[in-house]
Structure formats: structure tokens, C-alpha cells
């Protein structure tokens, strides 16, 4: 007993000198002194628009768009629906943006916090008016005594001054993203429990059909395993992929789909076409004309079962 409490002694002081460490970086005194804490406060809400020029691909401004309650992601003449998390948890660093320690006072010092010309540069706009512009740099950690993770920290500079400030979190990760990231990848979102019928319509007349009868599932005739169908409802729920496949016109029918629907009618419509042996090119109609590749992603053996898998083991 005497051994556990000397043990939970230690870890507390660990924890406490874990916070101690992060604390005095990023309130340090040097350059303190008439520190400016409040970088930004916006009022979300009224942000219509925000431009980033990625130092990853310095190029070419992308813009995030609000239309109604939804995001757009724009480049050049290409316009997609925005993922509406993302966008979210970045709107969520602009609303009280609080500098924790001034680093540099210099215009010669910005290239050494990647806070220059070629950084992230983010502006910010309501009502057709700039109401923010700063730039992002490069990302920190700080390291407890224990050497554990001891909190993250970005450099920004407001673009019109030369000061360097320190603020908490991952801002560098957040801004400093492609095109593509930015972009919705959620290829279903469903709730499990408004189905009632699935067609999987497969090559050669292998596809089939299951529907719920008075909260019983059955194909045709013949009753499903409950725990089985269990599991197939599950794979339907909300679905994401990665990486996108633009450009790609099916040049032929799906080979595989999946008609989902319910009560009212139709709820999704899943189609795959298989581009060599090891992926697929998806699409679903949550977002038409959006296609997803397979690579890397269980998705496609998830979702299209076969007839086997869902009916009751034989006994011998």
C-alpha cells in the first residue's frame, strides 16, 4: 500500500512539473514587456469568407466560402463541397486568438519562424470587408522534464506588423492544408435504423435482396441471422474515404451497387467499379459525381456482402 501511494506521489509531481514546464514557455517573460495578448476576436458567425495561401503549395489562394449553412472549398474555377467539420474546428481558433509570449520585434527574424512572405497567409472577410490577415508559421512543442508531450504552440505574425508572437495549438497543421483537405469526404450518412430494404445487384446474377418484415430481416423467404444483419446495418452508418479520383467517367454501368431504402423510399445508392486488383473507384448519392478511391480502406468489403455471410450457418 505504502509502495502505491509513493507511486501516485510521483506521477503527481511529474504531471505537475509537466505543467510548470508548459507554463513558464509560454508566459516567459523575455519581450514581455506591454505584450499584446489579444491577436484576434471575431465573431464567427458573421465570416463569410476565408482565403489561404498554403505554404505547402504557394501558388495559388484557395477559398472557404459560406453558402447558407454549408462551406465551399474554391481554386481557381473549381468549386466542392467543403467538409463542414474541418472548417469548423478552424473557425474555432478565430474566435479569441490570445498571443502567450512575444519571441521577436524584427523583420530579420521572420524566416527563422517561417512567418515571411512564403508562410500560410490567411485573410479573413465579412460582408466583402477584410476583417483579419495574419500569417501562420511554423509549429512547437514543448517537452515536460519527463521529456513527455507537454503541449503544442504555432508562431503568427499579424500582417501588417512585425512582431512574432507565440499562441497555443496546432494553427500550423490547420491552415496549411491542399486543396483536397479541405474538401468533404464523407461517403455515407445513414441512420441504421430507417432501413428497411437493400438490393445488391452483382455481376451475373449473383446480386440479391433483404427487407425487414415486422422488425424480422429475411431474404426472400429465409430468415437472416440476426447478429449477422446486425453487423451489416452497423457498416452503413457514416462512412469516409480519403482519397479522391477526379476525373474519372465511368465508361460502363457499375459493376457492383447497393440500392438502400426506407419507409419513404430510396435513402443511397452506392455504385463501385473495380480499377485493378486492389481498388475501386466509389461513388454514392450523398455527393453525385464525387468518386473516392479504395486504397487503404476496408469500405468495399465492408459494404458489398455476399449472400453467404448473412444467412444462418449451416449445422452439420
Known sequence: MK???N???????????????????FRAPGLESNLRT????????GIG???????????????????GNSWKVVKGDRTEPGSQATIRGVLGSLVDLQAQRLVSRKKEKWEEYNVG????????????????????????FVQSSGGQFGGAYTYVRLSDEDEVYVVEGFLESSFNMSFNDWRDKTFLK?????????????????????????SVWYMADQKIDRFKMEGVLDQLG???????????????PAQVSIQVEGKSGPLTTIEAWRKDDTEWVCTSSLQRGIYFS????????????????????VKK
Open 49 to 67: 469568407e476565408i482565403r489561404i495561401l498554403p505554404s505547402r503549395e504557394h501558388t495559388e489562394e484557395l477559398k472557404l466560402k459560406r453558402e
Open 117 to 140: 512572405e512564403k508562410s500560410t497567409h490567411v485573410t479573413v472577410f465579412q460582408d466583402g470587408e477584410k476583417i483579419a490577415d495574419f500569417h501562420v508559421g511554423k509549429l512547437g
Open 3 to 5: 509502495k502505491l501511494s
Open 38 to 45: 489579444e491577436l484576434l476576436k471575431l465573431d464567427t458567425a
Open 238 to 252: 457514416t462512412k469516409f474515404f480519403t482519397e479522391f479520383v477526379d476525373g474519372f467517367t465511368p465508361g460502363s
Open 7 to 25: 507511486k501516485i506521489l510521483v506521477i503527481g509531481l511529474v504531471v505537475l512539473i509537466g505543467a510548470f514546464a508548459a507554463s513558464r514557455f
Open 190 to 214: 445513414l441512420d441504421r435504423n430507417e432501413i428497411t430494404k437493400i438490393s445488391y445487384r452483382y455481376p451475373a446474377d449473383s446480386g440479391f435482396v433483404v427487407d425487414k418484415r415486422d
Open 294 to 313: 479504395s486504397k487503404g480502406s476496408t469500405i468495399v468489403s465492408d459494404l458489398f456482402v455476399s449472400r453467404k455471410k448473412l444467412l444462418p450457418e
